[in-house]
Nanobody, 123 residues
Framework: QVQLVESGGGLVQAGGSLRLSCAAS????????MGWFRQAPGKEREFVGS????????YYADFVKGRFTISRDNAKNTVYLQMNSLKPEDTAVYYC????????????????WGQGTLVTVSS
């Protein structure tokens, strides 16, 4: 089974940008759709975005459309989340996820989770 490790989180001011990375090991991610979820303090984990195995199909939550972009590099076994125009309400632990089916990830179906990386956006 694939293992996922996120990196790139940290503290950023509102309006700033961060790029999260998710490095996979143990198995190629070519057979997986990949995605990002987040969990803010006191709230449930929520879907952020997902991308199919080839990179041609993406889904995004309404609250990040136009600000966040998910991409993948199968040769590097890595997935990215570029976050621009960050807001304090984007503060959360961000989780990388893998699942065979990209269409079900927005519904919260995930086969493999990463351990998460904290993003804090100050006002």
């Amino acid at each position: 089974q694939v293992q996922l490790v996120e990196s790139g989180g940290g503290l950023v001011q509102a309006g700033g940008s961060l790029r999260l990375s998710c490095a996979a090991s143990g198995r190629t991610i070519k057979t997986y759709a990949m995605g990002w979820f987040r969990q803010a303090p006191g709230k449930e984990r929520e879907f952020v975005g997902s991308i199919n195995w080839g990179g041609g199909i993406t889904y995004y939550a309404d609250f990040v459309k136009g600000r966040f972009t998910i991409s993948r590099d199968n040769a590097k076994n890595t997935v990215y989340l570029q976050m621009n125009s960050l807001k304090p309400e984007d503060t959360a632990v961000y989780y990388c996820a893998a699942d065979p089916l990209v269409a079900r990830m927005p519904k919260g179906y995930v086969e493999v989770w990463g351990q998460g990386t904290l993003v804090t956006v100050s006002s």
